[in-house]
């Protein structure tokens, strides 16, 4: 595979097209400009191998702290979510569904904006979907913008437009805690402090829409999935699929099993025209962990979704993973997707403490602060410049230190240091590397702007064609 040309960086619309030789090869298009017609739905539109249409750094449970009691009754998973800092919003990027939050005359922004409808809310966590952003507070509300199409915002917003600024959702949350929340292409989904999951919007395939709740149908509003009888400790999203943790530590997954990202579907079954019904898909199931040879019945304690692909990691530190596999991007060198879950020894040998997957390639996090890729190379996203187009193992990016967080998604990658200064690499032509550019970043670049100058960034969320970044006020010495 070779780099785009000098041409190419200057068009405006973007087709990046898999190699064929690749198992599950794809076409992604990527586009800047506001849309005419009929919108986009998400950020990327996939179509794999089989037809198929196929982005979170997270906060570990500390489940050796004692527990407290919620108003309504329900065991507080998350006792340490009050001591968690605080900051303002700020997006950048391309906005043609309203997901930068500033309006419905701002479509893109070369450099980060406060998003000024909620700046005086102290924001704990911001994710990024495929187009739109959802900010969780620490009155524990919840704000969602952008597109709206599938009700990933859990709001109704056909008769005042608000998909382009901030509001709130209200309705069976009103009165729940929410400590965590995960994104993907469609969906959202919110944790509570007693380990209750509420999703809303829904999954999609090659096919349409899968469903959430019900079979097909989109879900317009939180609702609590009640089918799991276990206290949830942690959520990952992926595009299309939805993963929990639970605080016994086994794992429950839901959502599109096209690329064996939820771990429990044979390959056989993932076409939705073959035997198995949709429900068998949405409705959440626990996966099967073999444990690694010398080891204990594996424990999860943390999840980690890409894309289409999904780790776990044990108490022991063990890797498990399982989706989509054709650059690598798992952590096996075969290039095979995996259907259920696999031991995965070249990121246990890392140490890790952070996993984070774009569409092709991933970045893991180990305990020293040090940042390893893996997967596509191409636009930059591995961050080692342009002679590295494709690693089969984790390479570490010598440039960065002292890392705390990591995230990633379609073709860009993202890291925060314990200074509070954010870098980026990959993908220049949506404006998510705050560059002001639409130069592609082949090594990692620090995120600029004006209204970073004063600010330590806490974190950084990726969606399809816009970047959201948590900040927080410098204290002036």
Known sequence: MVSRSASARNSKTRVQTEDKGKKSASTTKVSEKKQTGNPRKRGLDIDDENGQTPTSSQDPVNKKTKLNEEPNGDVSVFPDFGNLPTGVALT???????????????????????????????????????????????????????????FALGRDTADDDSEYEPKLIVGPLTERRVVHISAGDSHTCALTDGGKVFVWGSFRDGRGVIGLIKEEEVCKCPTQLTSINETVVDVDSGNDHLVMVTMSGKVFTMGCPDQGQIGRIGRYFTDRGRKRKTANYITPAKIHLRKVRGSKKPVIVKVFCGSYTTWVLSSEGHVYGFGLNNYKQLGFPDGENRYIPEYVETLSDIGCKQIAGGQHHTLVLDHKGSVYTIGRGDYGRLGHGSDVIEASEPKKINSLCDITSITATSCVSFAVDKDGKAYGWGLGTNLQLTTGDEEDEWEPVELTGKNLEKRSVLQVASGGQHTVILAQDNVES
């Open 92 to 150: 950048v990027g391309q906005g043609d569904m309203g997901q930068l939050g500033l309006g419905e005359d701002i479509m893109s922004r070369k450099k980060p904006a406060i998003v000024a409808s909620i700046a005086d809310e102290k924001v704990k966590k911001v994710v990024a979907g495929g187009m739109h952003t959802v900010c969780l507070t620490d009155q524990h509300k919840i704000y969602t913008f952008g597109c709206n199409d599938e």
